[in-house]
T-cell receptor, first 111, second 111 residues
Framework: DAKTTQPPSMDCAEGRAANLPCNHS???????VYWYRQIHSQGPQYIIHGLKNNETNEMASLIITEDRKSSTLILPHATLRDTAVYYC????????????FGDGTTLTVKP | AAGVIQSPRHLIKEKRETATLKCYPI?????VYWYQQGPGQDPQFLIS???????DKGSIPDRFSAQQFSDYHSELNMSSLELGDSALYFC??????????FGSGTRLTVV
């Protein structure tokens, strides 16, 4: 699975959009980009995933660049409960198989 | 909706003792994954089972073993416990390409 690079930490004001970047320059054609988050000591929670098109669900939007070497997770209106570690994971195929969690981004939403 | 159930939530054991963690996947999910997350670390994949057969293996110590039973629940057995085994142990389940869901974890403390 391709390696990902994320900033170690980010701050965001409550109610504003949080934009979390992820670099995955070695991604291959059959690898998907997944985003999970982990709120302190809870189990990781699936957020969204995509292959090459932008995706949106009730939690977030995922923007993938045309060359697929980077992506951005967007939380449109961050709340204090969105404070968590956000993991960008690249892996082959569908949402199954082991996930390799690297160093995620600690997002702190401030009032 | 039913989630992944893990038991116990908390477990305290002494060094060299044995511990058994249990995981009950979401009904009809056919794959179970085990992850270990040490203090301040990212979740690390240990092992997975698909249809009761081991499907993938990660950094699982030889002192640990796991299996998936006919009712699809899984157990992680840990023997000769060491202080370094103190961690959160997460179980996740999935059904092929749908729904990769984590449980709330078992916090194991070895004293």
């Amino acid at each position: 699975d391709a390696k990902t690079t994320q900033p170690p930490s980010m701050d965001c004001a409550e109610g504003r959009a949080a934009n979390l970047p992820c670099n995955h320059s070695t991604i291959s054609g059959n690898e998907y980009v997944y985003w999970y988050r982990q709120i302190h000591s809870q189990g990781p929670q699936y957020i969204i995933h995509g292959l090459k098109n932008n995706e949106t669900n009730e939690m977030a939007s995922l923007i993938i660049t045309e060359d697929r070497k980077s992506s951005t997770l967007i939380l449109p209106h961050a709340t204090l409960r969105d404070t968590a570690v956000y993991y960008c994971i690249v892996k082959k195929g569908t949402n199954a198989g082991k996930s390799t969690f690297g160093d995620g981004t600690t997002l702190t939403v401030k009032p | 909706a039913a989630g992944v159930i893990q038991s116990p939530r908390h477990l305290i054991k002494e060094k060299r003792e044995t511990a058994t963690l249990k995981c009950y996947p979401i009904p009809r999910h056919d794959t179970v994954y085990w992850y270990q997350q040490g203090p301040g670390q990212d979740p690390q994949f240990l092992i997975s089972f698909y249809e009761k057969m081991q499907s993938d293996k990660g950094s699982i110590p030889d002192r640990f073993s796991a299996q998936q039973f006919s009712d699809y629940h899984s157990e992680l057995n840990m023997s000769s416990l060491e202080l370094g085994d103190s961690a959160l142990y997460f179980c996740a389940s999935s059904l092929r390409s749908y729904g990769y869901t984590f449980g709330s974890g078992t916090r194991l403390t070895v004293v």
